[in-house]
């Protein structure tokens, strides 16, 4: 994938895009209960235990200094003509640049008024300086994958006795307490509570301070934008930038981070990807100063270490072992049903985390979001986790525990005959009707996506998603892609043709 095709990876496309606002509050289930049946996937073992380190024992990063490929920042300008639904801010984050810069390289009178069709020069980012390669965070604290999963984060926030643990708001008309809200971040974006808990303490002082300024009320994660307020939406933002820089750095996709003031800092190519996801987030809240403190040892790693310890003592490295295959698995619906294959590789939850997603589409003549009494199946044998919200998350290696081993998203689940928390399901057994519930669709259909150890899996790269034998396959366009089988061929389209019709 090329680095301008992953700039698009900031662009969000209605085909099946994860809205921050849930619809019905998700059931959990009470660990203990699965059926022992292996699948051909191991869980990492890991300790429930908080990591020790005996008093005068060195200090080791895990994280080697070995040099990550940076891609090459642009040296020529570009043409770029206005779509619809563009504005200058949009196309700027796009393009890495400052809004300024567009505006002065195109001579704009009125930077808010733009025509479709209209063509625009985007000029080349300027660096500036170079960026830092002190580590942050290992990997594994930035997921939520094994590291997290002796962690009870409604006790810590408790203990701690700060402003979080008596907050309270409303979510679609249902109270929602600061506890659940960083649970459910957390788990619906596959983000380490500790790192949220971090990243709100260094903003707002929510986890520690009983009265923290009063400026912080509207805005704990420091973005001042009237359409995110409170914290569930905050959060929300804050995971998905996380994300978006971790899983950048994972397929060589940053080259430099835009700051507030819009200056372009280069990558350091000895940090690692948590570190990275780290330094995305803060270079979209603070201008040069504010970004260097932010990710320097007096920083957010500072207010880390204050809350837990040491942060590199949790690292679970390689969260993904070397030859890591994936178990077999099946197409999510019923044998012999014809169903669209309408959404290539794309975000497996938001638009910052990895392409890690596939869309399908049941039988029907109609368009739109319209009711199915068709089923979507499980792809493989496992116990259902969670399933609230649209969402369904099938855990594959039956320790009950989303951050271990394998782990599917069934995404756009109605609530009519779902799936309930505690069942466990052979491949090809219902999981309930597809429907556009749960985030902002254009149609009826299911998202399907793949975690392993708490990471997202992308279904472009080295580990192709193969559905019956039929093995993904990317372009470097998000939603865009095919299904390859003994010869075959099947494109993604949003819409249903011969060309995208696929069945077991």
Same mark, same amino acid.
């Given at each position: 994938m090329s680095s301008l095709s992953l700039l698009v990876i900031f662009g969000m496309l209605l085909a099946c895009s994860r809205s921050v606002l849930p619809e019905d509050s998700p059931s959990w289930i009470v660990p203990g209960q699965a059926e022992p049946q292996p699948i051909g996937s191991v869980a990492t073992q890991v300790s429930l235990l908080p990591p020790t380190r005996a008093p005068g024992e060195p200090i080791l990063t895990p994280t080697p200094d070995n040099p990550h490929p940076i891609p090459t920042l642009r040296t020529e300008p570009l043409q770029y003509f206005v779509q619809p639904g563009d504005t200058l801010g949009t196309i700027a984050q796009r393009y890495g640049i400052s809004l300024e810069?567009? +505006?002065?390289? /195109?001579?704009? +009178?009125?930077? /808010?008024?733009?025509? +479709?069709?209209?063509?625009?020069?985007?000029?080349v980012p300027t660096p500036f300086g170079t960026g830092t390669g002190f580590k942050i965070i290992p990997d594994s604290e930035l997921v939520y994958g094994p590291g997290s999963a002796g962690f009870d984060a409604a006790q810590f926030i408790e203990a701690k006795g700060g402003y979080l643990a008596r907050h309270r708001e409303e979510i679609e008309e249902k109270p929602t307490t600061g506890i659940e809200i960083v649970q459910r971040i957390a788990?619906?974006?596959? &983000? /380490?509570?500790?790192? #949220? #808990? %971090?990243?709100?303490?260094?903003?707002?002082? !929510?986890?520690?301070?009983?009265? @923290?300024?009063?400026?912080?009320?509207?805005?704990?994660?420091?973005?001042?934008?009237? !359409?995110?307020?409170? *914290?569930?939406l905050q959060l929300a933002w804050a995971a998905n930038q996380l994300n978006m820089g971790y899983y950048l750095w994972r397929v060589n996709g940053a080259s430099g981070w835009l700051l507030g003031d819009g200056s372009m800092v280069p990558v350091a190519p000895t940090i690692n990807a948590g570190t990275a996801g780290v330094q995305r987030f803060f270079s979209s809240l603070y201008d040069r100063q504010g !970004?260097?403190?932010? &990710?320097? @040892?007096?920083? *957010?790693?500072?207010?880390?270490? %204050? #809350?837990?310890?040491?942060a590199f003592d949790y690292a679970i490295e390689p969260l993904l072992p070397a030859g890591l295959r994936? @178990? %077999?698995?099946? *197409?999510p619906f019923e044998s012999g049903k014809a169903w669209a294959f309408t959404g290539g590789p794309h975000g497996g939850w938001g638009d910052g985390s990895a392409w890690a997603a596939l869309d399908f589409a049941p039988p029907t003549d109609a368009l739109g979001c319209i009711p199915s009494n068709e089923w979507v199946t499980a792809v493989a044998d496992g116990q259902i986790l969670r399933a609230g919200d649209g969402a369904v998350i099938q855990d594959l290696d039956n320790d009950s525990l989303e951050q271990t081993g394998w782990a599917v998203l069934y995404m756009h689940v109605e609530s009519r005959d779902r799936v309930q928390p505690g069942a466990y399901l052979r491949a090809g057994e219902h999981i309930g009707h597809p429907s556009c519930e749960g985030g902002v669709s254009s149609g009826t259909h299911v998202h399907l996506a793949r975690k392993y150890n708490g990471e997202w899996i992308p279904a472009d790269q080295q580990l192709p998603f193969v559905l019956d034998g039929w093995a993904s396959r990317g372009t470097g366009d998000i939603y865009d892609g095919y299904l390859e089988r003994e010869g075959k061929v099947v494109e993604a389209y949003e819409g249903r043709s011969t060309a995208n019709i696929i069945q077991r």
């Open positions: 810069d567009v +505006v002065e390289a /195109n001579t704009l +009178v009125n930077p /808010n008024l733009l025509e +479709v069709g209209q063509e625009l020069t985007i000029p788990t619906d974006y596959s &983000v /380490n509570p500790r790192l #949220l #808990l %971090a990243v709100l303490e260094y903003q707002s002082g !929510w986890v520690t301070q009983p009265k @923290p300024d009063e400026a912080t009320m509207k805005y704990p994660i420091g973005l001042r934008d009237t !359409w995110r307020e409170d *914290l569930y !970004w260097e403190k932010a &990710v320097s @040892p007096e920083g *957010l790693f500072a207010t880390y270490t %204050a #809350l837990f310890g040491y994936q @178990p %077999a698995m099946l *197409l």
